[in-house]
């Protein structure tokens, strides 16, 4: 994957390139009454095998940017491009993990839902996407569980096999949007060190949605964190250092802080005019 | 912290881990059903017995009256049946309906089908289906059956016309309310793989919104099914070989009561095995092998 990102790179350019380059992107969506600004010019790069977070309070437009990245949403100004082409449609080079469980498609085994995208795209031969599929399967544990229909499984298994499915496209980036937000603390922390450990084995690119800050801090490699109304780029920030074990330790804390004082920077301000106005 | 006088703390106790868990005192954690609740538990089964008392009901009632000309006993029924299906026209008269019925039935969900593609593909398409669903749904087919006539004359035709006005509505209007249910997830999932147009009615709007298609099937088959006896009762007399309709009318004319009752009861086997065989089948297959009904 980082070979292959550097190679369609301009050669010009000495340093690193981006594999996925957002450039002062304004999106706007309409409700029935109003047009909402949901982000307002939004720059980031993210390198190949980045574990990129976007972090932020509701309302910062973090989802809204994955869906423009993914595709479903036009900018009104800016653009988005992924090795060097500007995105203006869904596509299987973007494989998305949806928050929902009800992204799985009901009709088809575990092993189908795997194999319905690889098929579908024709971007893998046919004779392999049997192999790929199990192959992806396998890697998130869930092969004994190939030919059961999605309404057996839990809700941790059902976005295991959402994942397996999108990693066994071998997308130019990974886009997850919350993926582990409707599941229970247990199978969260389990999740996020299974996901860990899937991208030290493959060093995919993933770009990950969430409005936790532990779990920005654990996943990611590097944090991008949005103000919200509208969603604008507030700070970005590295957190490669730290996985589960680092939790709780003095650094983590640290950041943790850190990010939690950026996020509530206005409320703190607001309360501290407050209590001026009482002294 | 406040004086614990005033406001009760728990007490403080003393922490307990067991080292070894033991499960053996209460046996098995799965136990069988016994024999019986087993065989209630079958659909089945209680549904039978409920024919059956029916059934009785029946006969007793036929045999305190004593008139076979007003209400004919279950088992004159039976026997009239038994023998308008081997030595009676019978057979003869339900292949007439049912292949008519096929045809128009057929007919009609293409027909559903070529509406709903439009309405899922283009506005105008989504108003000329809910203008015509509102307008010709509430319609009952057999009120369209004197201009059928006028139009197609004394035959198959007309018949297959009427039948065709049953299923589209029904079938057009639920496809078109599944289509609309299909949650916004499973949509940009389906976008997400590249899937557009044409395939990604077939690949995910179609089976995604299958519970509503295959209930909007069983509503037209049963419009379908009514709608033709209605019109076979009322001409059957001109095709050379009439339907199950006209075999019904024919007996009450000829005041063989037993053989009208007979003419009815297959008209509720047909549906009952269409229902339970045909379409319960399909339904087992799909929908509840997929969790998406109970």
Redesign the interface.
């Given at each position: 994957m980082n070979a292959t990102a550097v190679d369609s790179g301009n050669p010009a350019a000495g340093g690193p390139v981006p594999l996925l380059s957002v450039d002062g992107v304004t999106l706007q969506y309409k409700t029935r009454d109003h047009l909402v600004t949901a982000t307002y010019r939004v720059s980031f790069d993210v390198f190949p095998a980045d574990r990129f977070v976007l972090l932020g309070p509701s309302g910062c437009g973090k989802s809204t940017l994955l869906?423009g990245v993914?595709g479903?949403m036009k900018p009104v100004e800016g653009t988005m491009r992924l090795k060097g082409r500007v995105i203006d449609a869904?596509?299987?080079d973007?494989?998305?993990v949806?928050q929902?469980f009800?992204?799985l498609?009901?009709?088809k085994t575990v092993l189908a839902n795997v194999m319905?995208?690889m098929r579908?795209?024709g971007a893998f031969p046919r004779n392999e996407i049997r192999d790929r599929a199990m192959a992806a399967i396998e890697k998130v544990g869930l092969s004994k569980f190939r030919d059961v229909?999605?309404?057996?499984l839990s809700g941790g298994m059902k976005q295991r096999v959402a994942i397996a499915r999108a990693m066994a496209m071998e997308p130019d980036i990974l886009l997850m949007d919350e993926p582990y937000a409707a599941l229970d603390a247990l199978t969260r922390r389990q999740m996020q060190e299974e996901l860990l450990q899937l991208w030290d084995d493959t060093r995919f690119a993933v770009l990950f949605v969430t409005h936790s800050i532990e779990e920005a801090i654990i996943v990611g490699s590097r944090i991008l964190v949005l103000s919200p109304h509208p969603g604008r780029v507030k700070a970005e920030l590295n957190a490669h250092q730290f996985t589960h074990t680092e939790q709780g330790s003095a650094e983590f804390m640290d950041l943790h802080r850190r990010i939690h004082n950026m996020l509530f920077a206005e409320r703190l301000e607001a309360q501290a005019i407050k209590e001026a106005g009482h002294g | 912290m406040a004086d614990p006088r005033e406001k009760p703390l728990p007490p403080l106790r003393l922490e307990i881990e067991n080292k070894s868990l033991e499960s053996g005192q209460i046996g098995e954690v799965q136990v069988p059903l016994s024999a019986w609740e087993r065989v209630v538990n079958l659909d089945w089964v209680r549904r039978l017995a409920i024919l059956v008392i029916l059934a009785l009901a029946w006969e007793i009632y036929g045999r305190h009256l004593q008139n076979p000309l007003m209400v004919p006993t279950f088992s004159n029924m039976v026997t009239a049946l038994w023998d308008a299906t081997v030595h009676g026209p019978l057979l003869e008269r339900i292949y007439t309906s049912i292949r008519v019925l096929l045809i128009g039935y057929a007919c009609g969900v293409g027909l559903a089908a070529v509406f709903t593609a439009l309405a899922v593909s283009t506005r105008v398409g989504t108003d000329l289906l809910s203008t015509l669903t509102a307008m010709f749904n509430p319609l009952p087919a057999i009120a369209l059956l004197p201009l059928a006539l006028l139009w197609f004359g004394l035959g198959v035709p007309s018949l297959v016309f009427v039948i065709i006005h049953s299923v589209l509505w029904a079938v057009a209007l639920n496809t078109h309310s599944g289509f609309l249910s299909v949650s916004e997830t499973m949509r940009m999932a389906g976008q997400n793989y590249g899937l557009r147009g044409v395939r990604f009615v077939v690949h995910v709007l179609m089976p995604a919104a299958f519970p509503a298609i295959l209930a909007g099937l069983k509503i037209g088959w049963a419009f379908a099914w009514r709608t033709l006896i209605a019109a076979e009762l009322v001409f059957g007399v001109s095709s050379r070989s009439g339907g199950l309709g006209w075999f019904i009318f024919e007996n009450r004319n000829q005041l063989e009561t037993a053989y009208v009752f007979a003419g009815l009861t297959a008209v509720i086997i047909i549906g009952l095995l269409v229902e339970s065989v045909i379409f319960r089948n399909i339904e087992v297959r799909t929908v509840r092998k997929w969790g998406m009904q109970h």
């Open positions: 869906k993914g479903f869904p596509g299987p973007r494989m998305m949806f929902e009800d992204q498609m009901p009709w319905f995208p579908v795209s229909h999605p309404h057996m | -």
